[in-house]
């Protein structure tokens, strides 16, 4: 594994975890999490790995990882970076290899 992604991915787990709870993101902290340059690979992977994440019906979130819910997106978002850290950060490496071999 290569540490940059590994660290990257790390430092997207929050974002992730926002954005598929439905809390706004707001560009600055993609820019804190993976820098100015990186920024919009940022927002496809937080994008692609959040729907793997999060089920919506009507306006209640459940969680697709565990079936658990329905939660607030407050409750989701803390539902999601206390149980599956290390899960969402294991799609994020993958999406973050798949967007660095699509660049090469
Ligand atoms: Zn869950």
Request: hydrophobic share 40%; aromatic share 8%.
């Amino acid at each position: 594994m290569d540490s940059g992604i590994s660290i990257t991915a790390e430092k997207l787990v929050e974002v992730t975890a926002k954005y598929a709870s439905q809390i706004s993101v707001k560009e600055d902290e993609y820019i804190r999490a993976v820098g100015f340059s990186s920024k919009d690979m940022g927002k496809r992977v937080v994008a692609r790995v959040s729907f793997w994440l999060v089920n919506q019906e009507s306006t209640l979130l459940y969680c697709r990882l565990c079936n658990k819910g329905p939660f607030t997106k407050r409750g989701m978002f803390l539902h999601l970076t206390r149980m599956h850290h290390s899960e969402i950060k294991l799609l994020l490496e993958e999406e973050i290899k798949r967007e660095i071999k699509a660049i090469l």
